[in-house]
């Protein structure tokens, strides 16, 4: 069937019912991913002028390889499927464009190489091919994990197996996905002596995507590894403390209800998962061609905005234990604000926001307002 994204035409296996079918090699619901992704690369190369070779390491339909040699990278497409190379080859061609086409387990392509920009965007964890990445790219590394289960910690031992950090199964699953996997990011890329800065991170449906800027530098890597610790977090009165660095010492009970349900998790990353400025240069290069232009420029005000906060709370959750009717959000963080408080949305959900209230002062700042 045939697709078009981006102002790009690709050509992928399978048959057109109603709307775009998901194929083996192209998923229709990545869209905003790969819009964002070229949002990104093209605010990158405003920051990074002589950023130009980009590895698109799993290229499946080519499409991520295609719309970056559209835009001018010098572009290379790998992947280990001999049907995904041919499809990419004929994608390039179809839309006369060139790159250089590797049929390899992209992890020996990438010791062999050196690119500016890595995109990794495999099927479930990255993490199998985040060393030869760090260790290998210069400026940008670009990231997609699909194992959302494993790295929230609703699949415990799959999230510490691929991790080597402990995930905890939270209210605010989602973060605590984009914290685990910045956290074993910035191990991998330690190892090198690379430090990592996010530029951007968001988790949207099944997946968290982050762009992480490198420094070739020790001192780099050990400002990356410090921005690391543990979080404690309280399943009955939903208290959560952190604690820097890399020596856990978890709270066994909660200081606040004195409960001892209390779970720790990490080490996570305890950094802002995204430069504000930078975000807001990728909401400038998303053009109203894109068909998720409204949704990317939405997500990337939002992500604008929120506080770096660790952890997240979801409004209707807090309203709903209270026994109180939840009241428009922007009246919720407004009160808050009043009373002396940080607040902002969370891109993770709607109802989700940051503050840096506990629970009882934001019971207390916002209750005469839920009626
Ligand atoms: C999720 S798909 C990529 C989707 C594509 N980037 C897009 O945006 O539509 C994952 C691809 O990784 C490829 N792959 C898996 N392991 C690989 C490896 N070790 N080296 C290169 N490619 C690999 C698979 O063949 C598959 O085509
Ligand atoms: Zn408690």
Not at 109 to 130: E, K, N, R
């Amino acid at each position: 069937m045939r697709v078009t994204e981006g102002g790009i035409e690709l050509e992928v296996p399978g048959e057109q019912t109603e709307g775009i079918e998901e194929s083996v090699f192209y998923n229709p619901r990545q869209e905003l991913n790969r819009d964002l992704t070229i949002a990104t690369l093209r605010a990158y190369r405003e920051r990074e002028e002589r950023a130009e070779t980009y590895l698109d390491a799993m290229t499946a339909s080519g499409i991520r390889g295609v719309r970056a040699a559209a835009d001018g990278w010098d572009v290379t497409c790998c992947d280990v499927e001999a049907d995904a190379i041919d499809l990419a080859r004929k994608n390039l061609e179809r839309n006369g464009l060139e790159a250089t086409v590797e049929h390899r387990n992209v992890n020996a392509l990438m010791h062999d190489s050196t690119f500016d920009v890595i995109d990794l965007d495999p099927y479930g964890t990255p993490m199998p091919f985040a060393d030869a990445a760090f260790a290998n790219c210069r400026d940008l590394v670009c990231v997609t994990a699909t194992d959302t289960a494993p790295l929230c910690g609703a699949h415990f031992n799959s999230g510490v197996r691929s991790y080597s950090a402990v995930p905890r199964n939270t209210d605010y699953h989602a973060e605590m996905g984009v914290r685990i996997l910045l956290s074993a990011l910035a191990r991998s890329g330690g190892r090198f002596d690379v430090g990592v800065e996010p530029l951007l991170t968001h988790a949207t449906s099944h997946y968290v995507r982050t762009y992480l800027e490198l420094e070739h530098k020790a001192t780099s890597a050990d400002a990356a590894i410090g921005e690391l610790g543990y979080l404690s977090h309280c399943e009955d009165c939903l208290y959560r403390e952190t604690s820097q660095g890399l020596i856990a010492d978890p709270l066994e009970t909660c200081p606040h209800c004195e409960g001892e349900r209390v779970l720790a998790a990490g080490p996570i990353w305890l950094g802002p998962v995204r430069d504000r400025a930078f975000v807001a240069a990728v909401r400038e290069e998303v053009p109203d061609s894109f068909e998720t232009a409204e949704t990317a420029r939405e997500l990337c005000r939002t992500l604008e905005a929120e506080l770096d906060e660790p952890t997240h709370y979801d409004q209707h959750k807090l309203c709903r234990n209270w026994g109180l009717p939840a009241n428009a959000m922007e009246d919720f963080l407004e009160d808050l604000r009043a009373a002396g408080f940080s607040a902002s949305r969370a891109h993770y959900g709607g109802t989700t926001f940051k503050t840096n209230a506990s629970v009882d002062e934001i019971r207390e700042a916002t209750e005469d307002g839920l009626v």
